[in-house]
Structures are given as C-alpha cells and as structure tokens.
C-alpha cells in the first residue's frame, strides 16, 4: 500500500507570494495533520482535519489555511508569504481523529520564501 | 513555559554499544510519549509509544522509559548499528482531542563503526 504522499517535494517562492500544499493520506486514514519543521527544530502542529471538519488547530496566523476533501486527501495555503515560511511541511495521517496514537508521515514538502 | 528537551543535539557511540537519548520536559501532562525517527530530508518515522501508567516499553533493540515524576523519558538503542545512524524525536500527547503531538527538537544520533 501507498504511504502518505505530498506534492510538490521542493518550491521555490518569493515574500508575498501564495502557496498550495497538497497530501493524499493511507488509504482507510480519515484524519489528516499538516506540521512545520523549520531547520534544526522539530515538526510543529498546524492543523488537524477529521471527515473533512477542522480538529485542531496551533498557534499559526490566519495567513494559514487548510482543508480536507471527501476523498480525505487535504490542501494547506499560505497566503502572504514571509521568509520566516521557509521550512519542511509535513503531512500525517491516521485512522483515527482522537487520541493520536501513530502518525504516519510524508515526506514533506521543502518550501524556501525568497 | 512549556518545554521539552532532548539531550544534546549530538551524539556520537560506537558500533556495538548502547545509546541512550534524553527526553525531559516543563510544564506539560502527558499521557502518552512517542518516539519518531528522522533521516535527513524525510518525515518522521514512528518507533515507540508508551502510555503514562506504563514504566517500560521494548521492541527488538529498542527500549523506552517514561518517568512522569521526574518528567522524563529515556530511549535505549541496544547494540547499535551504523545503520540506526539518525535524528530521534520524542513527542508528548497531551489528548487535546486533535492530533497534536508536541515534539523536541530532537537528537543527532551518528553511530561509528
């Protein structure tokens, strides 16, 4: 079976500009999470969607967006872009929406502001 | 303020021996600790859970511990390999009802051989 797949891997992007981040889940996962890892620190909770519903979500700016489709798989925007934005998104999945149990992770996507 | 620290960002033993890896944390109740791997330019790959009410964790070479007096958890690699070379993250659940998983910063394991 597919593991968690993300798409780009690598991008390039300037201040202000917008980005699109998207992740297919496991097959049978329903809940999908987007985190930061900014270089030399570990990954940090963006958001959780469950069934296409908002579960949680962490201490980022509304530039910050994201959301889920009936198919599970989930898009992240950022709008405004700053350099500070520059980091390793990743996308987990699970099976369930609750307590977190596993995380099943991509493998990021690179995203360097300019 | 909350924090979780891992032993130094570095660690380097030699092939054969056993590397034990440091988590401790402020300021937070978890009730369950992961254990993730990381290499370079992946995402993290999970190893261990254990539970709060749950002393000693093993599976194959590895070994977790979790002390919620003291606050801490410790990760063993027994009869390490070059192979296990890798960033180890630890990360608190707090069960916020999200997946939200509180991770260290990690540490830098390079096993010699």
């Known amino acids: 079976d597919a593991g968690v797949t993300q798409s780009p891997t690598h991008l390039i992007k300037t201040r202000g500009q917008h980005v699109t981040l998207r992740c297919s889940p496991i097959?049978?996962?329903?809940?999908v999470s987007w985190y930061q890892q900014v270089l030399g620190q570990g990954p940090q909770f963006i958001f959780q969607?469950?069934?296409?519903?908002?579960?949680g979500r962490g201490n980022f700016p509304d530039r910050f967006s994201a959301r889920q489709f009936p198919n599970y798989s989930s898009e992240l925007n950022v709008n405004a872009l700053l350099l500070g934005d520059s980091a390793l998104y990743l996308c987990?999945?699970?099976?369930?929406?609750?307590?977190?149990?596993?995380?099943?992770f991509g493998e990021g996507s690179r995203l360097t502001v300019l | 303020s909350q924090k979780i620290e891992q032993n130094s960002e570095a660690l380097n033993i030699q092939e054969g021996k056993t590397a034990t890896l440091t988590c401790n944390y402020t300021?937070?109740?978890?009730?369950?600790l992961q254990w993730y791997r990381q290499d370079p330019g992946r995402g993290p790959v999970f190893l261990l859970l254990?539970?709060?009410?749950?002393k000693e964790k093993r599976k194959e070479r590895l070994k977790v511990t979790f002390d919620t007096t003291l606050k801490q958890s410790l990760f063993h690699i027994t009869a390490s390999q070059p192979a296990d070379s890798a960033t180890y993250l630890c990360?608190?659940?707090?069960?916020?009802?999200?997946?939200?998983?509180?991770f260290g910063t990690g540490t830098r394991l390079t096993v010699i051989p």
């Open positions: 300021n937070y109740s978890p009730a369950y």
């Open positions: 254990i539970r709060e009410n749950e």
């Open positions: 987990a999945s699970s099976r369930t929406g609750g307590n977190t149990g596993e995380l099943f």
């Open positions: 097959s049978g996962h329903k809940s």
């Open positions: 969607y469950y069934e296409k519903e908002e579960r």
């Open positions: 990360a608190l659940d707090i069960l916020s009802g999200a997946n939200n998983l509180f």
